[in-house]
Every structure is written in structure tokens, then in C-alpha cells.
């Protein structure tokens, strides 16, 4: 599906020597898909780890590896390729080739390219983690970063080689995303924004536990939108089976009490608080140590509970708060108890599920409820409307010497 920063853009990938050269079959397929066009470039190292064909029937374009080719009508590949581009990206660099890019070499088509350019570039790094490390590769990346050049990673992690450490590229959605990122308006530059996202889980006994059907998309989805508008994010995450979007910060937590003490910890310092967790109300007063064992007698358990500190409104309490947002997901009248909720818990915006509970559904519609109106945002996928949430939320902040 095209996304609103890859639509028409047209991006150089340029790839050279290394093995990570696998992962570009997938972000080439995803590029594609967000709507952007891809002239694939390689170096003959890069053709060794996969072929020009691959490469060619996954961007629907004749893929150039040399300077000598006689395809481009003048003959000036290395000036031509990169004049409609957007941006040249180069997935994998290798050690090699950040020292070409370093030195302003030009002796293949894709470091020719490289120094002719008139647009940005961003280089993705995949190497072992000793290469990486090198003096001359830590000098060569400072110098490219000097020369306004923009890198993704590298990654840390297990390495092909068998080692283990920094130097690995990043995945492909990752890389996917961090290119995303690179074109969205950076409408929350130098704004800190706090996130809860998912459900909490509530322990009875050692193995069981009270939870509910947050799957967390719409909070794993507005963190990625922040990030992507340029906001430096801290996602504070109940137990799901999500990817941390890329640029994130992420804390893991279980219950209600730690997802309280993880935001209050933090939230002195956020310009902006969004609170999308389910968290649970209530939790049992003394979970067993011992797993609850089904007696003879048959006899049900039973259970006292006790409430759950309420994160938004103790954000919302605060003497200095961040600008609070909440979510209300109600299974009936949403238009009575959403405008109630946000003066119950008293935030600037509270952000209603419309319609079934959506927990786990990749769309979503919702009304915005503030003081004096609610305004309903059209259903789309959970990613497109987080981004039309952070615009939102952007255009309702405080001016900026008025925050904190
Ligand atoms: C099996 C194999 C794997 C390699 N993997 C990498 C790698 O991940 N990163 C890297 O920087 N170089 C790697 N190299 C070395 C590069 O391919 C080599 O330095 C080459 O000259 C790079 O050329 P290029 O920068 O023109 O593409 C690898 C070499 C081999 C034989």
C-alpha cells in the first residue's frame, strides 16, 4: 500500500559486496509497495552475493552495475541515474565502500554516482563487527557524517560471520522505515513524546493472570509516526509479540503498577504523553505465590481486588503535566462516555475507538473529543491514521517556548 512519504519518490538503491545483500530483496519489495520507484545499482562485488535478475524482476527496472554500459542514451549513467532521484541509498555499504564514499572516490558506476549526486544520502552499513570497529572505518564514518551524509545503524546482533556484535545491517522493515522516516515532515522536531501501548497482564498466581485483547498496534503505530516526525520516543510496552518500530526506545513491562512506575519515572522529561495501553483496573490483593491447585473438594478460588493507579489522570494531576492524551475504547456510546472520560480524567484530547472494540484489527476510526467538539477522522489502516493522530496532537501543542 503507497504511504504518504514514499508515494513517487524515486530512490537510487545502490548495493555493493557484502551478505547482507539478501535483505534487499525484501526492502526493494517494500519500497516498491509504499509507492516509491527503485533503479537498482550495484557494484560487481554486490553481484556476487545476488543477481542483477533478482534485483531487476523485484524493481520492475533494468538494474546497471557498470559505468561502460551503454544503455543510458548519452552514455552518462553515472551523471543521468541520479538526477530524478530523490535520494541515493546505499544497502549494504560495506567497509569498502564507506571508505570510497569517505574519500570521494569515483572508479566504479555506483561511487561515480555517489560523488556526482545532487540529492541526499543515506548508507546502511553491514559488516563484521571487527571491520565496523576498525579505527579507519570509525574515521571513515565520522567524515560521512561530517559530509551531511545520514546512516541507518548499524544494527548489533549475531553476525553471519558467527560473531557476535555491532555491524550488522538493519533488518528490512527497519531499514524500510528509518528511509520512511527520512521523508515525513518533521512536525515534532525536538519534542519528547511517552507512550503506553498494549495490554497489562495481572498475575493471579505464578502461571496465570487477568489480561484483555489490546494488541498494541495502534500504540506500536503512533510511536512510529512520532518517531518519524522527527520526536524522540519512549514507548512503554505491555506483554505483546510486536517489533520495536525503528528509532524507539522501548520498555518491556507486565502490570498495571509497573506500567505507572515506568511513566512516572520518565514523564518530567515529555513534552507530549500518550496513554493507548488497556491497562487493567483492577488487580488481585495478594497473588499466590504457588500455583492455585484444583482441590478435591472442587472448591472455586476466589479472589479480592483492589484498583490500579489510573496513569493518565496521575499524568494528568501532575503540577507541570505534559500536553495528555488518552484513548477510550467502549463497547457502546462512545459519544456519551468519550467527551465524559476526557473531563473525568481531565486531558486536552481523548481519542474514542468507533464502532466494535478493535482490538487486533489492522484498521481503525475514531472521534477526537475535546473541549467543545468531537471531530471523527476517517477509518484507514492503524498506521496511516497514527500518523493523521500526531498531526493532530502536533497542531493542538502549546507554542514551543511555552513547553517544558
Ligand atoms: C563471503 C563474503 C562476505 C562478505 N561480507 C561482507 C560484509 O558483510 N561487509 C563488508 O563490508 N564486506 C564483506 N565482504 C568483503 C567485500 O565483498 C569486499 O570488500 C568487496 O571488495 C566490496 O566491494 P564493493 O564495496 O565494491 O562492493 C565479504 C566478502 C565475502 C567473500
Not at 3 to 17: D, F, I, P, R
Not at 52 to 64: D, F, H, I, W
Not at 216 to 244: D, I, N
Request: aromatic share 6%.
Amino acid at each position: 500500500m503507497a504511504t504518504a512519504e514514499l508515494a513517487g519518490k524515486h530512490l537510487v538503491l545502490g548495493m555493493t559486496g557484502g551478505i547482507a545483500c539478501y535483505k534487499i530483496a525484501e526492502l526493494t519489495r517494500l519500497l516498491t509497495k509504499a509507492g516509491a520507484t527503485v533503479q537498482v545499482v550495484m557494484t560487481e562485488a554486490a553481484t556476487q552475493f545476488i543477481t542483477p535478475v533478482t534485483m531487476q524482476a523485484l524493481s520492475g527496472r533494468p538494474v546497471y552495475t557498470s559505468q561502460w554500459d551503454g544503455r543510458v542514451p548519452n552514455n552518462m549513467a553515472h551523471i543521468d541515474l541520479s538526477r530524478e532521484a530523490d535520494a541515493i541509498v546505499i544497502a549494504p555499504a560495506s567497509t569498502d565502500f564507506l571508505a570510497k564514499l569517505a574519500h570521494g572516490m569515483a572508479d566504479d558506476l555506483l561511487s561515480t554516482l555517489c560523488v556526482a549526486r545532487d540529492c541526499p544520502l543515506l548508507v546502511v552499513p553491514a559488516m563484521n563487527r571487527q571491520m565496523w570497529q576498525n579505527p579507519a572505518t570509525q574515521r571513515n564514518v565520522a567524515q560521512l557524517r561530517a559530509d551531511g551524509v545520514t546512516l541507518l545503524g548499524p544494527d548489533s546482533g549475531p553476525q553471519a560471520c558467527g560473531e557476535i556484535g555491532d555491524g550488522r545491517m538493519l533488518e528490512a522493515k527497519a531499514t524500510y522505515e528509518a528511509i520512511s522516516s527520512f521523508f515525513s515532515p518533521k512536525i515534532l522536531s525536538g519534542r519528547r513524546v511517552l507512550l503506553t501501548a498494549g495490554p497489562t497482564f495481572e498475575p493471579l498466581d505464578p502461571v496465570r493472570g487477568i489480561t484483555n485483547r489490546s494488541s498494541g498496534k495502534m500504540g506500536f503505530a503512533l510511536a512510529r509516526a512520532a518517531q518519524q516526525a522527527g520526536a524522540e520516543v519512549h514507548l512503554v510496552a505491555g506483554p505483546v509479540s510486536l517489533e520495536t518500530p525503528w528509532g524507539v526506545f522501548r520498555q518491556d513491562v507486565q502490570t498495571a503498577q509497573q506500567m505507572h512506575d515506568a511513566v512516572m519515572r520518565s514523564v518530567a522529561d515529555a513534552d507530549i504523553f500518550i496513554g493507548v495501553a488497556a491497562v487493567a483496573d483492577w488487580r488481585v490483593a495478594h497473588a499466590s505465590e504457588h500455583k492455585i491447585k484444583k482441590t478435591a473438594e472442587r472448591a472455586l478460588p476466589s479472589f479480592t481486588f483492589v484498583e490500579n493507579p489510573d496513569i493518565l489522570a496521575s499524568v494528568a494531576k501532575l503540577p507541570h503535566p505534559p500536553f495528555a492524551v488518552g484513548f477510550a475504547a467502549e463497547s457502546g456510546d462512545l459519544e456519551v462516555h468519550g467527551e465524559e472520560k476526557r473531563m473525568r480524567k481531565n486531558v486536552p484530547l481523548l481519542i474514542g475507538n468507533l464502532g466494535p472494540l478493535t482490538f487486533g484489527l489492522d484498521d481503525n476510526e475514531v472521534i477526537l473529543f475535546e473541549a467543545g467538539s468531537a471531530t471523527k477522522l476517517t477509518r484507514a489502516d492503524k498506521q496511516t491514521l497514527a500518523r493523521a493522530l500526531i498531526a493532530e496532537i502536533a497542531k493542538r501543542l502549546p507554542d514551543t517556548s511555552l513547553i517544558r
